[in-house]
């Protein structure tokens, strides 16, 4: 008789039930992968990128490493630990991802479903409530380390040493200010404002934290000078016919001062009414419930005379909602048409920032900055102090990286204090070997007190009929430069300093004052000699500042913008001149009074910055300091310098006989009554720069008076026998 043979019984370890739940879980990986990427198309997916956000793919690749294990019999994905390191690393970064959300948003959905879900949201409140954001964060990294040990095999002993090597490079100050509050409903931050945290409370569950966003700055910092080192011969030219033209330059100034800063005024401070910006953010919020906008204010950030409220508006609320409302904003903020701004969003952020006039305006002034650029000037090659930006850190960047800077702003905007405390910070900073300077000062009065710094190239230039020349004299310098770098086999300027041991070549910036002057009497000559240098001047420390108040088209040509990146605007009338200087409207709501818009090529956007300010009485400080260490210098240099700049020859030297066209021009002038350029240039059909050479001419010769601004020039004599009789070789000149 036969027995029959026993069932095998089905039980958790069967092999049935491990295919049977090994391709539930391989469909159950496989939905968690997608789920980032067709989370809407239904239930499942939206319900699971709820769950789990972002790292449900993770959380699939842990799931189908289970599955395949039991697929496979333990034969793939053998080693539990690695599926332990996925799950883990799942977990972490589920409260990663939670970690560095706004708190006002962990309530909102597709906020959560784009970070670490609800299971994050679970996992960081917990541990923000019981350790706080720095013990959670150290807790969320270290599992990570984990993780990453458990499914690669790597030792945490070796991961320990490589993160150690890597924080020796890292500041861990920078960390500050990065990381969030505590978690708590309503959270407000007020930021910038002088002094520490005062406690006070906005209502039961709101805080309020203040930041200081003053940097300590050295008191009595030095700048030693830089010592020569003897150049051997072979590195400047072994050919000695251009030992002349491309010589390099011995410094003078070796045992150079730089000014002293305990003079200048000191910076004026005044407390910050936190309150009365804690019931403005109040009324915003209030102004927008009323048009049925759910907005919020997250932070206020206190600039030295703006404040910026950060606005937080949830997800499918469009922003161009807030900016219709900015009338009924300013009316309920009192603010007067105009200068309130809002910026959307704000760079680096998911917020709306409105900007206001701050109501006790603490200005910028240059002693805070001179001790900042002078405690950190070996960072510069060409400093150029701007102020401090809207939550009070200090602004300075270097003109080498720029290369040329455009300035606009309407008259009391704070133009030519900005340019002054511009030149104040390269005179702080740069000996005359280092930095020569070459000013262009149509108003006559503004710059005239530079008159005589050792840093000057030639004195500053009032007559706008002599600037075309002074900048053939800066293109015939610049292509002299690069001849000079072509003899040592260097690219640039700071390549060939540094082959040289000491500034053997120094940096030139040419200054205009007021380009719409400039470009109304010499207009198409000036934009092409203009767009030359910008062009080619960076390699060899060629630089522009070109400063207008009237930012119009004419003014700054297209030709002019696009080869200038650096732009500051002041306050302008209206948004069509800001998308002159800055390709955007802005700056027609800015306050004046050094209020500004900075961009360069580095920004999509610009920022707002409140520039510094220095007085008559600071500027004329600095000046007579470095004016007391001028030394008699080479007159051959200098004298060619300005003969190049007064001839329009451009290049060294003046000629003293009369150019042939000399008794046309003389007849042309009596007979006018007034002299000037553009007048020669149309009776004789002649360029500029002959034009231009003949007046100086007939000045030379006594008929015509000197230069007055822009106005034309008198003419002295009433017959050309007065003049042409004085030659007493005058047929042989003529």
Not at 4 to 21: A, L
Not at 376 to 385: C, F, Q, S, T
Not at 699 to 726: F, H, N, T
């Amino acid at each position: 008789m036969s027995r029959k043979k026993k069932k095998k019984e089905i039980n958790i370890k069967s092999s049935e039930t491990k295919i049977f739940f090994g391709l539930v879980l391989l469909v159950l990986g496989i939905a968690l992968i997608l789920t980032p990427f067709i989370k809407d198309e239904a239930d499942i997916f939206i319900y699971i990128s709820t769950l789990l956000g972002w790292p449900s793919m993770v959380w699939g690749i842990a799931v189908s490493a289970i599955s395949i294990n039991l697929l496979t019999q333990g034969k793939n994905f053998n080693k539990k630990i690695q599926i332990l390191g996925f799950l883990l690393l799942s977990v972490s970064l589920n409260t990663l991802l939670t970690f560095w959300i706004p708190v006002d948003t962990l309530e909102n959905t597709a906020t959560l479903q784009k970070a670490g879900g609800t299971l994050g949201k679970i996992i960081h409140v917990a541990l923000n409530d019981t350790m706080g954001d720095i013990l959670e964060l150290i807790i969320v990294l270290i599992v990570l380390i984990v993780a990453f040990s458990f499914i690669t095999g790597i030792a945490i002993k070796q991961i320990a040493e490589v993160i150690s090597q890597l924080f020796t490079k890292i500041n861990i100050n920078d960390l500050k200010g990065k990381i969030g509050s505590t978690v708590s409903e309503g959270k407000m931050i007020i930021s910038g404002a002088d002094g520490e945290d005062d406690g006070l409370d906005i209502d039961q569950n709101e805080q309020i934290h203040i930041q200081e966003g003053i940097h300590e700055i050295a008191q009595n910092p030095v700048i030693a000078p830089i010592s020569p080192i003897p150049v051997e011969p072979n590195l400047v030219d072994n050919n000695k016919s251009h030992n002349i033209d491309t010589a390099p330059a011995k410094p003078k100034y070796l045992n150079w001062k730089y000014p002293s800063i305990d003079k200048l005024q000191e910076p004026l401070k005044t407390e910050q009414p936190k309150e009365v910006y804690k019931n403005e953010a109040r009324v915003i919020e209030s102004v927008l419930r009323s048009f049925k906008i759910p907005a919020k204010v997250v932070e206020i950030t206190i600039g030295p005379t703006v404040v910026r409220y950060a606005l937080s508006i949830p997800a499918g609320v469009a922003v161009n909602r807030v900016k219709r409302q900015s009338s009924d904003i300013e009316v309920a903020l009192r603010v007067s048409r105009g200068m309130m701004r809002i910026e959307a969003p704000i760079p680096g952020t998911s917020y709306i920032g409105i900007e206001i006039p701050n109501k006790s305006p603490n200005y910028v002034y240059m002693k805070e900055m001179a001790r900042k650029l002078l405690s950190e000037a070996d960072r510069y090659e060409l400093p150029l102090i701007l102020g401090r930006d809207i939550a009070g850190k200090p602004e300075i960047r270097d003109l080498v990286n720029m290369p040329h800077l455009l300035v606009a702003g309407m008259t009391r905007a704070g133009k030519s204090v900005g340019i002054n405390s511009i030149l104040g910070g390269f005179l702080l900073s740069k000996t005359p070997d280092e930095l020569r300077l070459l000013l262009v000062d149509p108003k006559i009065v503004e710059m005239e007190a530079y008159n005589g710094i050792p840093h000057l190239l030639a004195p500053v230039i009032n007559d706008m009929e002599l600037v075309v020349n002074a900048l053939q004299w800066a293109i015939v310098e610049m292509m002299k430069r690069y001849r000079m770098l072509k003899q040592v086999l260097t690219k640039n300027i700071v390549q060939y300093n540094q082959k040289m041991g000491y500034p053997a070549m120094p940096y030139l910036i040419i200054v205009i004052d007021e380009m719409a002057d400039l470009m109304l009497v010499a207009g198409p000559e000036v934009e092409a000699k203009i767009q030359r240098i910008a062009q080619m001047g960076r390699a060899v420390g060629i630089h522009l500042i070109l400063a207008t108040q009237k930012p119009v088209v004419t003014v700054i040509t297209g030709l002019i913008k696009s080869n200038i990146s650096g732009r500051i605007a002041y306050a302008v009338p209206s948004a069509m001149d800001s998308r002159v200087i800055l390709d955007q409207t802005g700056a027609e709501n800015l306050l004046g009074n050094g209020d500004m818009l900075y961009k360069d090529q580095t920004m999509s956007k610009p920022i707002r910055i409140q520039g510094c300010f220095i007085s008559t009485e600071d500027t004329m400080d600095i000046i007579e300091q470095i004016k007391t260490q001028s030394i008699e210098e080479n007159e051959d240099d200098k004298v060619d310098i300005m003969k190049s700049v007064n001839s329009g020859i451009g290049t060294s030297g003046i000629s003293n006989e009369r150019d042939p066209e000399f008794p046309q021009a003389l007849q042309v002038v009596i007979s006018e009554g007034k002299a000037s350029a553009s007048l020669l240039q149309r009776r004789l059909s002649i360029g500029y720069n002959k034009a231009a050479r003949l007046m100086e001419q007939l000045e030379k010769a006594g008929a015509i008076g000197k230069q007055d601004g822009v106005k034309p020039r008198e003419v002295l004599v009433s017959s050309s026998s007065d003049i042409l009789g004085k030659s007493d070789d005058m047929s042989e000149d003529f």
